[in-house]
Each structure stands twice: as C-alpha cells, then as structure tokens.
C-alpha cells in the first residue's frame, strides 16, 4: 500500500519526491483545487539546500532564487550592528536560498509530476481526519471518501486537521501580538546585492532581502517584511496568506527609516500589494506519531518565522522520513525513529524563538542597550558575544557549518526501499 500525504505545500511535496527517489509508492492529497504560488519570499539555509541538491534541483533552484550572500542586523536608526557571509561564503558546502515561496511550491511540483506523473498528487482533496487499521491507517477526506494506506503523513500545515485529531483540545495557534505585513517591491540592491537586512527592534522591525536577480538598472524584486507589535491580548483578524492589508495602518511608524543604503518607507509604497498574517505559533506537542500516523512541516512545528528557519525544516523533515524508511521499512518504527531525531531539534528552536533567541534577539538588546545609536557596537556589545549568538541558532536549528559540512548524506546516493 502508499503512503498517503495530506498537503501539497512545499511538506508534501518534499516528501513526495524523498518517496519517489527511494522507490516507495505515494500519493498526496492537497485542499486547494489549483496549486498557486501563494506567499512571498523565503530562505532555505544550507541544511536544506543540501536536501534539494541531493534530489537533482540545483539548476532548478537557481532558475527562480537568489544565492544569499550576506545577512546583517541594523538598529532603527540604521547603524550596522553585525554583519557575517551566508552559504558558500560563510564556509558551507552548498549556498543558502532567498526565493519566493510560492515559486519553490511550484517547482518542486513541476519536477514531481515530471517524475512520478501529474497523477500522483490530486487537487480538491481536503483532509479531515484518519482512522487506525491493523497494518496499515487510513485518510479521511471533507468530501466524505476513505483513502486506505501503509502509512499516512500529515503535511497540512499550522490548521492541520490531522494534528486536531491527535489534540483535540489545543485550539487556536497562539499569537504573540506581533503583525506581519508581506510584500514584494521592485527596488535597487543593498550592501554589495544579495544581502538581507533585520532591522529595528521586537516592537518595530523590518526584514528586507532580494529574490530575483538584478535587472540593467540594478533593481531587484525586493522582498520586505514591516512587523509592528500590539497588546497580545486584543483580538486580531485570523492568519491568512491572502488577506491584502493597507499600509496606512503600519508605514507612519516606518517614515523615518530612511538611510543612505535603503529607503523603508519607499520600499512600502513601491509594493502593488500587502498581505498581513500575525505571527502565530503553537506549544510543542509531546508527540506526534500515533500508531501509523505522523505529523511534518507545519503541522508537527509551527513556529514563529525569525530564525528563516521553517521551510527548511519541513525540506529535512521529509528526507529524515525517507532516511528511516530506508532503515526500518514502510512501518510505524520508522515514523517512531523520525520523530525521535527531529521533534527535539524543532522544540529547541520554536522555544528559542519564543525567548528572543534566535539570531535577530540581538537586536532588542542593542535597542535595551543604547537606543540603536552607537558609533561603535563593539563598545556596546563585544564582536565576540555577537559572534557567539550568531553560532548559536545555527547549533540549535541543525546547520551549524563544521557539522553540516561533516555530516553524511541523509539519503546515500541510490539507495532504495528493496
């Protein structure tokens, strides 16, 4: 019998391809009736570059992103308080991605229904539940049909009706007060091209990176994010990539981060539109495979996006399940031994992130410190203990650059259910 995936996000589809490459029949079920590519931009670290790589999409990848070469923090008032290389210029053995979310959907996508065929993922398909059988667990779908399989993953995302099942009594995801607002601009590079910028503090903040490469004119197709905090306690309106948002709600508090290297406010009225999505996470589960059900991706670590962490994971979460597949069978044990190599990791870095530890904390202590004006950071905060903080996320989120680099392939080439 198939493994049965419930999502066709960039979880699902990961997965499907990690199946594919390793001779294990599949089938993906995905709610959307027409796959779109939906979002804004994104990072893949080197972790999960290294998985897609070892799937044969290094060309791919490089068709619709951008190699990130520089990734710095700035204070409010523009004033460069750490600055270190990205992917292959840091040491890693394979580059990092900034690229379009819904462009690496779709072409992840494109490259499983040329090599598993269109039938292999079927649209118009929602998840509502799974059932447990003798050998096997079986989805269930909203249109009322009952898919029987080995297996069944849930890939479908922070609403997750899998995870819902499993915990009944979790709820709603838990907002933190923070409001993101998403868009992309057309606009000249910064600090050398290829370069993201965290800028601002926890209560005001804005993330800046390129994900196309620069036109005659030197413009790129910039991707921004403004994120503006707000009593968690009052209500807001439910997260929702498609929601546009209007910038006179955010951009006066933006007006006057206008330095010699970016224009924020120009960077906000440049966007065609503005989507806004709070910045929502859940408590870590204690587990999350029951019997021949297991959860990835969003569905088993929604987290909140500040360490550029969460598609990558979901990327690794997928080989790490084909990666026990090989070793224990199509079977429960190896969902078992997926989940007792990743759930760790995941709940470290969704906590940390919760603290203000992950790598973008620094900039709330620079701000507690001095206000964000300094001549000199080093009289602020030694190079050294920045240097510290930056190694430490990558530690905890599993891409650090000796071990990443030292760390054999999670799927050896060939290798195949036998």
Same mark, same amino acid.
């Given at each position: 019998m198939s493994i049965l995936i419930a999502g066709g996000g960039i979880a699902g589809l990961s997965l499907g391809l990690t199946l594919h490459q390793i001779g294990v029949p599949f089938r993906i079920f995905e709610a959307a009736r027409t796959l779109k590519p939906m979002g804004v931009?994104?990072?893949l670290q080197p972790n999960a570059v290294r998985e897609l790589l070892n799937l044969g999409l290094e060309a791919e990848?490089? !068709?619709?992103?951008? #190699?990130t070469r520089q990734l710095g923090f700035y204070s409010k008032l523009g004033r460069t308080i750490w600055e270190e290389p990205r992917g292959l210029g840091a040491g890693y053995a394979w580059p990092q991605y900034s690229v379009h979310r819904g462009e690496l959907q779709m072409m992840l996508y494109r490259a499983l229904a040329e090599r598993a065929g269109p039938d292999c993922l079927e649209t118009? /398909? #929602?998840a509502a539940g799974f059932e447990h059988m003798g050998g096997g667990a079986a989805l269930l779908l909203a249109d009322g049909r009952r898919i029987e399989g080995a297996?069944?993953?849930a890939a479908d995302g922070i609403h997750s009706a899998l995870r819902a099942q499993m915990v009944p009594d979790e709820g709603a995801p838990i907002w933190n007060g923070r409001i993101l607002w998403r868009g992309t601009t057309r606009a000249p590079e910064f600090k050398g091209g290829a370069a993201m910028a965290m800028i601002g503090h926890d209560h005001l903040r804005l993330v800046a990176y390129p994900i196309s490469a620069p036109d005659a004119e030197g413009r790129v197709t910039m991707n921004w994010i403004a994120e503006k905090s707000f009593d968690p306690s009052a209500p807001w309106r439910r997260e929702d990539w498609n929601r546009p948002a209007d910038i006179n709600e955010f951009l006066p508090d933006f007006e006057g981060w206008q330095f010699d290297w970016i224009d924020v406010p120009k960077l906000i009225r440049g966007a065609e539109v503005v989507y806004e999505y709070p910045m929502v996470d859940r408590d870590p589960l204690v587990r999350w495979t029951v019997g021949n059900v297991t959860l990835m991706g969003d569905a088993a670590h929604p987290t909140y996006p500040v360490g550029s962490n969460?598609?990558?994971q979901a990327i690794v979460d997928a080989r790490v399940i084909g990666a026990k597949l090989l070793d224990h069978g199509v079977t429960s044990a190896a969902l078992k031994a997926y989940e007792a190599e990743v759930r760790p990791v995941t709940t470290a870095v969704g906590l940390a992130n919760r603290a203000g530890g992950g790598p973008d904390g620094v900039l709330q202590r620079v701000e507690d410190l001095c206000g964000g004006d300094f001549a000199d950071i080093s009289e602020v905060i030694p190079q050294a203990e920045l240097a510290a903080h930056a !190694?430490?996320?990558?530690s905890i989120a599993g891409f650090s650059i000796e071990e990443l680099n030292a760390r054999p392939p999670t799927i050896? /080439?060939?290798a195949r259910i036998s």
């Open positions: 931009g994104i990072n990848l490089d !068709a619709i992103g951008v #190699r118009g /398909a #929602r297996l069944v993953v969460g598609a990558s !190694a430490k996320y990558k050896p /080439a060939g």
